[in-house]
């Protein structure tokens, strides 16, 4: 591609990214110094070689897949976070009183803000997290809730019905003998330690120990098999307000996907080396009209995967600034 090609292709998906209008051959001729002939005969050359497409409204180009591929490749230079923006940004991540998956969550919502895209985050607790504490709860009608809490700050519950056999007393001492005897413990190591270490202690001291003991034992098999499942999505209406969302079945379409986890899901799984990563419509996994852009954090115990989701003609430099700014930000060791 000579240099007159590539500035040609910067200006058309640029400008289309700006205004979502195909690009005509007489708003480039100032732009590049050339009669609106020399433009035309680009286009034609750039859309041969898969670079542009021809709206079948008009007689201007737009960027195909492949165009936008290049662009981010080889022509776009991210743009640095304003000033406020990324004080916004730190104060969050330096608030000592807010857990990692709380500040996440506020960090979506100015994400969401910043680039009026749908932004997710995917969050997994590590093999660093410790057993801190377990607790047990009565409820109404002889249900019980399990509590677990990791010294990480990282907390979930399952909820069980207690047969009236069972009295609730023996559920509790099963549990101090469980804190007793793990807190402390990696929670990855802890369902070993729970067959082999604490099933007998509560088998010594309670009748119906198989029953009370299963509690415990479901209990940290979901914890630990929960770890990839913290799912937060802000601004999912946001996308709607593309033009490219402007009939309903685009619409239902896009809202399905977002409320298919699994879906959702397998954007953490999609490769990435640490950095900032773009996924372009079918490359995506998740949709083939819009764009992926995601990087991953690891801090205080617990690591996840942060994504901006917007239409394929998305601010491509302003994105990729502003995630570049938060994986530093987070990646960075503790002062």
């Known amino acids: 591609m000579s240099e007159r090609q590539k500035e040609l292709l910067k200006e058309i998906v640029e400008s289309y990214i700006a205004t979502a209008k195909p690009v005509g051959s007489k708003s480039l001729c100032k732009k590049l110094c050339c ?16 670079y542009l497409e021809k709206n079948h409204i008009s007689s201007g180009r737009i960027p195909s897949e492949a165009g936008y591929k290049y662009y981010v490749a080889n022509l776009m230079k991210p743009k640095e976070l304003s000033e406020k923006d990324a004080y916004k940004l730190q104060r969050i991540f ?8 709380d500040a996440m969550e506020a960090c979506l919502e100015i994400i969401s803000e910043i ?21 047990i709860i ?39 003998i469980v804190n007793k005897m793990l807190i402390g413990t990696p929670i990855n190591e802890v369902s070993q330690r729970l067959e082999f270490e604490i099933k007998p202690v ?29 799912v937060h999505v802000n601004g999912k209406n946001l996308l709607l307000k593309e033009p490219e969302y402007d009939n309903v079945e685009e619409i239902r379409n896009i ?9 959702i899901e397998k954007i953490d799984s999609t490769g990435h080396d640490g950095g900032v990563n773009i996924y372009i419509g079918a490359e995506s ?3 083939p009209n819009v764009t992926v852009i995601k990087t991953t954090y690891k801090k ?5 995967t942060i994504a901006i989701i917007g239409p394929k003609r998305m601010e491509y430099d302003r994105v990729v600034g502003l995630l570049t700014f938060i994986n530093k930000e987070l990646n960075k060791e503790d002062e």
């Open 35 to 50: 009669s609106s002939a020399t433009i035309r005969n680009e286009m034609a050359l750039l859309e041969t070689l898969g």
């Open 94 to 101: 330096r608030n000592q009183e807010l857990t990692l998956s």
């Open 115 to 135: 680039t009026n895209y749908t932004s997710i985050v995917l969050g997994k607790s590590s093999s660093e997290n410790s057993l801190q504490q377990v607790s």
């Open 138 to 176: 009565p409820l109404k009608e002889g249900n019980i809730v399990a509590l677990v809490c990791t010294d990480r700050g990282i907390v979930q519950n399952k909820q069980f019905h207690l047969p009236s056999t069972i009295p609730i007393q023996e559920v509790v001492t099963a549990c101090e």
């Open 202 to 230: 509560i088998a010594e001291k309670i009748d119906q120990y198989e029953t009370i003991f299963s509690i415990f034992t479901q209990t940290f098999h979901d914890f630990a098999s929960k770890t990839n499942e913290t």
């Open 255 to 263: 809202m399905e996907k977002f409320e298919d986890r699994s879906l």
């Open 285 to 287: 996994e998740f949709d």
């Open 300 to 304: 205080n115990g617990e690591e996840g």
